[in-house]
């Protein structure tokens, strides 16, 4: 699709409450998602002559400023096989949505030197697919993609209000001092000396709670289970850390932690329960490779 100049939008009631980059990728037609994230990250793109995060949610009234799109990058080609393992994936698919198991090492957007990732995969699958929360890429376990705009605005006003229940399964290196343990520390994203993107505990920051609780004590090891009410970038891997014992697998917080025989970060989104449009509750196995180290340990080997 090619325009002449950049367009002034203003938001409707029926598009109020949808993220920006799904309001875009309808906008603006059969165009990557890549490209979409590249607009908005370079300020083409603004919210009421602001620029915004791919994930904001627009309201009635906003203004948002549609660049053209011309002499743009051509869409990057998805690869088969890789469309292939997100439709394998699929655990569940109804009129609404769709709930999948992330793969870990798979980014849910492209980005940063990717071309593409999950969400563009799953809207190859069906155009009508939107995610409405996301996983880290090292993290696997369950996402949802809504499958239409009104399921959008259901499930992200759901996950808005918290009334989704999420539980991760991790392994920390070290113990916590106790089987229950509640970290409640807003979080704020800073970049560090290296120019890198990194959450830290601060009274400044978004508010987020995170219920630890410890269902085995290994060597050297807890294996626990992890219950957010919020949903903050890196809140489990940071809240860990905080309480003395991060995450196995973290090259971010946990660098100088080492677990035989893992190579990707322990952590897995098991445990997903949704309100609607009916209580439903969903669940995904660990991966074999997280299930073999915890064999390792159990048995010293």
């Known amino acids: 699709m090619t325009l002449a100049r950049a367009r002034d939008v203003e ?21 990557p998602r890549a490209l979409v994230y590249r607009l908005i990250r370079t300020g083409q793109v603004r919210i009421n002559g602001r620029r915004a995060k791919p994930m904001k949610k627009l309201a009635t009234g906003d203004r948002v400023r549609v660049p053209p799109v011309r002499d743009q990058a051509p869409a990057a080609k998805l690869p088969a096989a890789r469309i292939d393992q ?26 940063s030197g ?5 969400n563009d995969l799953v809207a190859a699958i069906d155009e009508r697919a939107a995610p409405v929360h996301r ?19 259901e499930l992200q006003q759901a996950f808005r209000r918290q009334t989704v229940k999420k539980r991760y399964l991790a392994l920390l290196t070290g113990h916590l001092p106790e089987d229950r343990v509640v970290i409640d520390a807003p979080l704020k994203k800073i970049r560090d000396a ?46 860990a850390a905080e309480a003395g014992a991060a995450v196995a697998g973290d090259d ?6 080492k ?12 445990y997903l329960r949704l309100p609607w449009p ?17 064999d390792m340990l159990r048995t010293g080997h």
């Not at 990717?114 to 999950?118: D, E, H, K, N």
């Open 194 to 239: 290296s120019g890198q993107h990194r959450m830290v505990a601060d009274p400044e920051g978004l508010p987020a709670r995170t219920t630890f609780k410890v269902l085995e004590r290994l060597s050297g090891h807890d294996f626990v289970e992890a219950e957010i009410e919020s949903g903050r970038t890196h809140q489990i891997r940071v809240h």
């Open 86 to 111: 997100a439709r394998s994936a699929i655990l569940h698919r109804q009129q609404e949505f769709l709930v999948l198991d992330k793969p870990s090492g798979l980014a849910s957007q492209a980005g």
């Open 114 to 118: 990717l071309a593409w990732g999950l």
């Open 252 to 257: 971010r917080y946990n660098p100088e932690g």
């Open 135 to 153: 996983l880290d890429r090292e993290t696997s376990g369950l996402m949802v993609f809504a499958l239409g705009r009104t399921a959008a605005r």
């Open 11 to 31: 938001i409707g009631p029926d598009h109020s409450g949808q993220r920006l980059d799904n309001f875009l990728m309808r906008e603006l037609g059969n165009v």
């Open 278 to 294: 009916e209580d439903q509750v969903f669940s995904a196995p660990l991966p074999d490779e997280l299930t073999t180290v915890l």
């Open 259 to 270: 677990t035989a025989g893992l190579d990707r970060l322990f952590l897995h989104a098991a």
